[in-house]
């Protein structure tokens, strides 16, 4: 019989590979399968039970999870008479005068997902650009640089901001000018509030890691590959190939739950436990 193949350059992927319409592997699936590499080869992957006993399966250094739409949590459902005010407030620190669309774009999905009062900090040429897009948002001018920034001097007016709100996001398409960068670097060691750091802000703290040390509320990352390679200063092959390592001891040492997004999304806890 002649199998599909696909030969691959791939550091995961050595000489020639059946490209598989089915996979059939027993017990339970296996890492490699779930790197973005294999999606083209592993087609629909099937469990196949042989009588491996269940015991083998809870041993407590096995840490990673793989997550089906069972297990996946559902939105609450809000009561009828609940207001604005019982259902999140969140606030986020994006944008420059030439990524104006990311802040658009993430408050766009702060309200849809559900945030009822979403509140951004915006550099002050680009808060009417944002404004119109987001209606629903309350949107707050910040002193910028002369390149359309954030300004360092934004910092006691986002702090205040910061302690009226449930969770913070930092980062998307806030550029990484030094004085902007200042600004993160400080934020990210004096907001007291969850944090989710995205985008610029992970360029930035790529640079100095040490604000991670000092936070006590739940941090956030969530890098795509790129800037997960330049937050351990490493090849983004290097994370490809070890992505299941790499993000465990990044998230244990950092004390942060680590989002590295991209095909089949690896989610890691501060205690290593992957998903």
């Given at each position: 019989h002649s199998f599909p193949t696909r030969r691959s350059s791939d550091l995961l992927i050595e000489g020639t590979v059946i490209a598989a319409d089915t996979t059939i592997t027993m017990?339970?699936?296996?890492?490699?399968?779930?790197?973005?590499q294999a999606l083209s080869f592993v087609g629909e992957l099937e469990i196949a039970d042989i009588g491996i006993p269940q015991t083998m399966f809870s041993d407590p250094e096995i840490t990673v999870n793989l997550v089906c739409e069972d297990d996946l949590p559902r939105l609450p459902t809000r009561?009828?008479?609940?207001?604005?005010g019982e259902g999140g407030r969140l606030l986020i620190i994006a944008g420059s005068i030439r990524y104006s669309g990311a802040a658009i774009l993430?408050?766009?999905?702060?309200?849809?997902?559900?945030?009822?009062?979403?509140?951004?900090?915006?550099?002050?040429?680009?808060?009417?650009?944002?404004?119109?897009?987001?209606?629903?948002?309350?949107v707050e001018h910040l002193p910028e640089t002369e390149d359309?920034?954030?300004?360092?001097?934004?910092?006691?007016q986002v702090l205040k901001m910061a302690a009226k709100a449930d969770t913070v996001v930092l980062g998307p398409g806030i550029g990484q000018e030094q004085e902007?960068?200042?600004?993160?670097?400080?934020?990210?060691?004096?907001?007291?509030?969850?944090i989710i750091i995205d985008a610029d802000g992970l360029n930035i703290l790529a640079e100095d890691l040490?604000?991670?040390?000092?936070?006590?509320?739940?941090?956030l990352l969530t890098p795509h590959p790129?800037?997960?390679?330049?937050?351990?200063?490493?090849?983004?092959?290097?994370?490809?190939?070890e992505r299941f390592k790499i993000t465990s001891k990044f998230a244990v040492e950092n004390k942060v739950y680590l989002i590295l997004k991209g095909p089949r999304t690896l989610i890691t806890t501060p205690l290593g436990e992957q998903y």
């Amino acid at each position: 019989h002649s199998f599909p193949t696909r030969r691959s350059s791939d550091l995961l992927i050595e000489g020639t590979v059946i490209a598989a319409d089915t996979t059939i592997t027993m017990g339970r699936p296996k890492l490699g399968f779930f790197h973005p590499q294999a999606l083209s080869f592993v087609g629909e992957l099937e469990i196949a039970d042989i009588g491996i006993p269940q015991t083998m399966f809870s041993d407590p250094e096995i840490t990673v999870n793989l997550v089906c739409e069972d297990d996946l949590p559902r939105l609450p459902t809000r009561p009828e008479n609940t207001h604005k005010g019982e259902g999140g407030r969140l606030l986020i620190i994006a944008g420059s005068i030439r990524y104006s669309g990311a802040a658009i774009l993430a408050g766009i999905a702060a309200l849809n997902s559900g945030a009822s009062y979403v509140n951004m900090g915006i550099p002050d040429s680009i808060s009417l650009i944002v404004n119109s897009h987001l209606t629903e948002a309350i949107v707050e001018h910040l002193p910028e640089t002369e390149d359309g920034g954030l300004a360092y001097a934004a910092k006691e007016q986002v702090l205040k901001m910061a302690a009226k709100a449930d969770t913070v996001v930092l980062g998307p398409g806030i550029g990484q000018e030094q004085e902007t960068a200042q600004l993160v670097t400080e934020l990210i060691a004096e907001i007291d509030r969850p944090i989710i750091i995205d985008a610029d802000g992970l360029n930035i703290l790529a640079e100095d890691l040490s604000g991670l040390k000092k936070r006590k509320q739940p941090t956030l990352l969530t890098p795509h590959p790129g800037e997960m390679a330049r937050l351990l200063k490493i090849s983004g092959e290097q994370v490809a190939r070890e992505r299941f390592k790499i993000t465990s001891k990044f998230a244990v040492e950092n004390k942060v739950y680590l989002i590295l997004k991209g095909p089949r999304t690896l989610i890691t806890t501060p205690l290593g436990e992957q998903y």
